[in-house]
């Protein structure tokens, strides 16, 4: 991996030209190739002056200073191979546009968020400027970067084989992703992997259809979550139940899909027993969110 500089850095392929030079190449198909390091800065110092200017208007007071900002670049490569997050933004009136790349730095007492402003190849779809990067232990200040398109979510990725098609995990949605990811702490290590989980997807339907219970409670943000429960005692796996989670919109009480799942926990299965059963002529459904 080339060596970044301290605040400023690319990720760049060099090619000889015709005359023997070293050329920098940040995007080929976008004729984005310098001759030299002065040169390429110069292209990109409209958006960093902007960046900078953005980000000395909302760091806040108990943030890092200069000084151990210095001692955290070492993060950057982190955040650039291995991000929580990427988000793109192409309304800040430059050229081209902006890519956000995110990572929570755990493993220190506080944890803080690292991020890194960067160019990305058209083509490759990998970073190859780097305009800016610092630390930050102001969750208000990340937030600000989680703004416009997010084109990838580690989160998203590590359940997109848990995911049903028309359910709102696969979609990233939060509430999905973050009830999803409180049901897997909790369930047991004996139960069936995540990685299995499509191969009882086709009981989703009669899951839904024709559930054994309904469940209804609302969480404390106010979420009217309905579950269908449902019993395969003569599947081949023993104690096979099928979990489906909806959201239910207030006004038309129609279900939207957040996530489904198999189990063989049992206890998993009491944790879903929650809040008022219903009967199933109670509950209008929709197959997908």
């Known amino acids: 991996?080339?060596?970044?500089?301290?605040?400023?850095?690319?990720?760049?392929?060099?090619?000889?030209?015709a005359k023997a030079e070293e050329l920098i190449v940040i995007d080929e198909s976008k004729g984005l190739i310098f001759e030299n390091d002065e040169a390429l800065y110069g292209y990109f110092r409209p958006a960093i002056d902007q960046i900078e200017s953005e980000l000395e208007k909302n760091r806040q007071e108990f943030d890092f200073t200069d000084d151990e900002l210095k001692g955290l670049e070492s993060h950057l490569d982190d955040v650039l191979d291995l991000p929580d997050q990427i988000w793109q933004d192409d309304s800040t009136g430059s050229e081209f546009p902006l890519h956000y790349f995110i990572k929570k730095i755990e493993g220190k007492e506080p944890s803080f968020d690292y991020i890194a402003v960067c160019y990305m190849n058209q083509e490759d779809h990998v970073p190859t400027y780097v305009l800016s990067h610092f630390a930050t232990k102001s969750a208000l200040l990340t937030k600000r970067y989680r703004r416009k398109d997010l084109v990838y979510d580690v989160a998203v990725e590590n359940v997109r084989e848990a995911s049903v098609e028309g359910d709102a995990l696969g979609d990233g949605d939060e509430l999905a992703l973050g009830l999803y990811q409180a049901m897997m702490v909790v369930r047991s290590e004996k139960d069936i992997l995540q990685n299995e989980f499509a191969k009882y997807s086709e009981l989703r339907e009669e899951t839904i259809e024709h559930p054994d219970e309904i469940w209804k409670k609302t969480d404390t943000e106010g979420h009217g979550l309905v579950t269908f429960i449902k019993e395969f005692s003569e599947h081949s796996t023993k104690d096979l139940h099928y979990v489906a989670v909806t959201l239910e919109d207030p006004q038309s009480q129609v279900h939207s899909l957040l996530f489904s799942f198999p189990t063989t926990d049992i206890t998993l299965v009491d944790r879903y027993r929650q809040g008022e059963n219903l009967q199933a002529e109670e509950v209008v459904q929709e197959s997908s969110h």
């Open 1 to 17: 991996m080339p060596q970044l500089k301290a605040k400023i850095g690319s990720r760049v392929k060099t090619r000889k030209s």
